[in-house]
DNA sequence: TTACAAACCAAGCGCTTGCTTGGTAGCTTA
DNA sequence: TAAGCTACCAAGCAAGCGCTTGGTTTGTAA
C-alpha cells in the first residue's frame, strides 16, 4: 500500500530517514531528552550534519507533527466520504482514529500528544490550523447526530470524550488481545450515539 | 478544609514550599525544561539549597507523583465507601476523578500523566504500586457492575475507556462553562452502565 | 574532464544543566 | 553561653547540550 510507505513523509531520503528515526526517539524517550547525536547516530551520520537538513531540532519536531497530521487528515476525508450513513461515519472516523493511534502513525501521535507543548507558540498555530481540518470532519458528523437529537450531549463534549477515549488507547490497547480494533471502534460507538 | 490544605503535603515547610512550587513549574513548563534554578527562584532560595531537601531534581518529580496519588486513593476510597448502591459508587469515582483533574490536585495530575515516565523504572514500579489500590476501587465497582450485567464491556476495557474521558478533560473543560463538573460526571456514568 | 550541488565529517564553541563544596546565620535546647 | 541543628548562601565544576564552521566526498550532468 503506497499509504503507509509514505507516512509522515517518510521516504528514503535522508530528510525522510531521519524524520522516520527522530518520530521512534521522541517517542522513546520524550522530546526533550531526545539529543540531536542520538537521532544522527540512528541513521548513522554526525551531529552537525542534520543541520544540513532541519534548521533546528525542533523543526524535526515540527515536520514530524505536521507531516502526521496532513496524513491523517486526508484519512479522515475518506472515512467521511466512503459512506452516506451518518452512524456509519461516525464509526469510520472512529475506527480511523484508533487506527492513527496504536496503528502506523503511532510514534508521531503519542508524540504529537505528549510534546506538543515543545513547540513554539507560532509552529502550534500553524499545526493546529491545518488540524482544523481534521476536526471539522468530526464536528460535521456529530452535529449532524446532535440534529437527529441521537447525542444527548452537546456534540463538542461528545468530540473531547470520544478524543479522551481513543487517544487513551495509546497506554493500554494490545492488539493481539481479545478485543480487536474494531471491536473497541464499535463499543465506544455504541456509547457515543443513541439508536434509531 | 483540612484535606485541601495537606493536598501533596504542601504545608509551610521549605520543604512543602518546594514541592508545589515545582509543581506548578512542572505542570507550566514541564519537568526537563522546568531547572532547579527556576524552583529555587520561585521560592526565593538559590540552587543549591534545594538538594539541602531533596537528594536530586528527580526526587523531587518523585514526591510530587507519591504525595498526589495517596491523596487523591484516600478520596476514592471515601466515595467508595460513601454509599452502597453499586450505581452511585460509579458515580461518585467519576466525580472525584473529575475533580482530582480539574480541580485542585490539577498541576499534580497533569505532571503525572505527561511527565511518568522522567521517573526512573524503579521509581515508577514505587509509584505503581501505591496506584494499585486506586485502581482496586474502580475494579471493584466495574466488576460488580459487570457481575450483574450491566457493563456490556469487559470491567477492564470500561475503566481504560473511562480513565481516558477523565484524563483528556484537562484539555479541554472549562468550569465556567455551561456543562459542571456534575454533569459531566453524570454523562459519563450514563454512557458507562446500563439502567437496572 | 570539468563544474556544481547535495550530503557529509571533524572539531569545537558558548552556554546551560544538575549537583557539590565549604562555610555562615539564626533558632532551640541544655 | 555553649553546643547543635536546620536552613541557607556564594562559587563553581564537570558534563552535556544545540548548533556553527571550514573543508571534503559523492553523485550527476554538461
Given at each position: 500500500m503506497i499509504a503507509t510507505l509514505s507516512v509522515y513523509g517518510m521516504d528514503d531520503t535522508p530528510r525522510g530517514k531521519l524524520l522516520s528515526a527522530a518520530a521512534r526517539l521522541f517517542r522513546e524517550q520524550g522530546y526533550d531528552r531526545t539529543t540531536v547525536r542520538d537521532i544522527a547516530a540512528a541513521v548513522g551520520?554526525?551531529?552537525?550534519?542534520i543541520f544540513h537538513h532541519f534548521a533546528s531540532k525542533e523543526e524535526i519536531l515540527f515536520a514530524v507533527t505536521m507531516e502526521v497530521i496532513r496524513f491523517n487528515t486526508e484519512r479522515m476525508r475518506q472515512a467521511v466520504a466512503s459512506t452516506d450513513d451518518i452512524q456509519e461515519q461516525l464509526r469510520g472516523l472512529i475506527r480511523v482514529e484508533l487506527q492513527t493511534i496504536v496503528g502506523d502513525t503511532r510514534e508521531a501521535m503519542i508524540v504529537l500528544v505528549r510534546d506538543w507543548?515543545?513547540?513554539?507558540e507560532e509552529k502550534q498555530k500553524a499545526a493546529l490550523a491545518v488540524r482544523a481540518e481534521y476536526e471539522g470532519y468530526w464536528m460535521q458528523v456529530l452535529g449532524g447526530l446532535q440534529a437527529q437529537g441521537r447525542?444527548?450531549?452537546?456534540a463538542m463534549v461528545m468530540r473531547r470524550l470520544i478524543n479522551g477515549m481513543t487517544s487513551w488507547t495509546s497506554n493500554w490497547f494490545d492488539e493481539?488481545?481479545?478485543?480487536d480494533l474494531d471491536g473497541l471502534a464499535d463499543v465506544i460507538l455504541q456509547r457515543s450515539v443513541d439508536p434509531l
Open positions: 551520520i554526525q551531529s552537525g550534519s507543548r515543545c513547540l513554539s447525542l444527548g450531549v452537546d493481539s488481545g481479545q478485543l
